[in-house]
Each structure stands twice: as structure tokens, then as C-alpha cells.
T-cell receptor
Framework: DTGVSQDPRHKITKRGQNVTFRCDPI?????LYWYRQTLGQGPEFLTYFQNEAQLEKSRLLSDRFSAERPKGSFSTLEIQRTEQGDSAMYLC???????????FGPGTRLTVT | LAKTTQPISMDSYEGQEVNITCSHNNIATNDYITWYQQFPSQGPRFIIQ???TKVTNEVASLFIPADRKSSTLSLPRVSLSDTAVYYCLVGDMWNTGFQKLVFGTGTRLLVSP
């Protein structure tokens, strides 16, 4: 049973560096979501793809953030010029379509020093 | 999306039944109620979803009164492994648009021996 996978699981970077995270959704799922979770809080929506099209972005997604899903399969989330406030768990989820549950990956924990 | 209110934390012992209540006074006609479970350093996991009355699956039951302004997640005979954060979400899960999940701060359940 291959669920949603994310890589890396942990990333430590220095302030100002760029980082990129990868998410591989469940293979037949056409919807892919990115969320961010800080300590003690629930996940917050960042952005959403339907196949390769990015259809919605949260205001949390500043200009330093960019997400892609080039072939409608895996997705990448890049953060440029990282700041300490970017330290969080970045979660990816996928779903089959409308009305279906979202399956979450294990997340990538980012620490910006 | 309807705002939800849950207790911040709950304590229980192994073998007991745990009931976590969620208030959602502004629930809309098309909104469903969904519960997710999250263990430390993992993504949330879907537990159960309902619209009205009672829904039961292999892990939990969801009770929804007629006015739908609240709901109760019932976990029968909890074990230590049920220690987690439980999130109540309310939204139009069948919307033809995207399905942004809106998480609150959740309820931290601690199960002791």
C-alpha cells in the first residue's frame, strides 16, 4: 500500500538559503494539496493542484514560496531566502476528487537557523 | 467555512470510552462534519465523516444531533495508541471546487495505563 510520500523528512537550513521539498501523491489521485503546520497548531492550507494546474493559493504563500506539479504527478514546494518564521512541518495531501478524503503524507520538518 | 470549538485537551485511561464534543453553531446546510487524528510527527489521518444522526465505522462513532450545531466523536475502549490530537472539521466536502480543509487547534487526548 503506497501512500503519500514526502522527501526529505527533515531539513535544517540557514536563514537566507533556498529549500525544495518533494511530494509524491497516491498514483491515481488527481488532487494535491500543501499545508503548513506550526507547533501546537492545526495544519493551514497553502495551495492546491488539480492535475498540473495550481488552482488556489493561500495568502500564507508569499512570493518566496512556489509550488509546481509539472506532469500532474509529483509536486515540489520551494522556499527562497528562508526566514526563521518558515520553520514548520510542511504537509502534502492528495485525493481522488470531489467529495473524497484527503490522504496526508508524513510531512517535511523544516528548521531554519 | 464554519468555525469549530473543541476542548483543548482530555485525559482518559485504557479501556474507557472517550467522547470528544465539537461545537459548530454556524454550520451550513451543505456542510459535512469530519474528524481527523494526528500522531506526533505524522500527517493527519481521516477517522470518520457524517452529515446527520449517527455514523459508525471500525474505529469510531460520530453522533450528530438534529440541529447539527455540535457533534461528538466516540472512541470505544481506548488504548495507549489512541493518544493523539483529534481535529473536528466542518465544510462542504462535496463542493465541486477544491476542498480546503480548515483545521482548528484540535483536542489533545492522553490515554494513560
Amino acid at each position: 500500500d503506497t501512500g503519500v510520500s514526502q522527501d526529505p523528512r527533515h531539513k535544517i537550513t540557514k536563514r537566507g538559503q533556498n529549500v525544495t521539498f518533494r511530494c509524491d501523491p497516491i498514483s491515481e489521485h488527481n488532487r494535491l494539496y500543501w499545508y503548513r503546520q506550526t507547533l501546537g497548531q492545526g495544519p493551514e492550507f497553502l495551495t492546491y493542484f488539480q492535475n498540473e494546474a495550481q488552482l488556489e493559493k493561500s495568502r500564507l504563500l508569499s512570493d518566496r514560496f512556489s509550488a509546481e506539479r509539472p506532469k500532474g504527478s509529483f509536486s515540489t514546494l520551494e522556499i527562497q531566502r528562508t526566514e526563521q518564521g518558515d520553520s514548520a512541518m510542511y504537509l502534502c495531501a492528495s485525493s481522488r476528487g470531489e467529495g473524497s478524503e484527503q490522504y496526508f503524507g508524513p510531512g517535511t520538518r523544516l528548521t531554519v537557523t | 467555512l464554519a468555525k469549530t470549538t473543541q476542548p483543548i485537551s482530555m485525559d482518559s485511561y485504557e479501556g474507557q470510552e472517550v467522547n470528544i464534543t465539537c461545537s459548530h453553531n454556524n454550520i451550513a446546510t451543505n456542510d459535512y462534519i469530519t474528524w481527523y487524528q494526528q500522531f506526533p510527527s505524522q500527517g493527519p489521518r481521516f477517522i470518520i465523516q457524517g452529515y446527520k444522526t449517527k455514523v459508525t465505522n471500525e474505529v469510531a462513532s460520530l453522533f450528530i444531533p438534529a440541529d447539527r450545531k455540535s457533534s461528538t466523536l466516540s472512541l470505544p475502549r481506548v488504548s495507549l495508541s489512541d493518544t493523539a490530537v483529534y481535529y473536528c472539521l466542518v465544510g462542504d466536502m462535496w463542493n465541486t471546487g477544491f476542498q480546503k480543509l480548515v483545521f482548528g487547534t484540535g483536542t489533545r487526548l492522553l490515554v494513560s495505563p
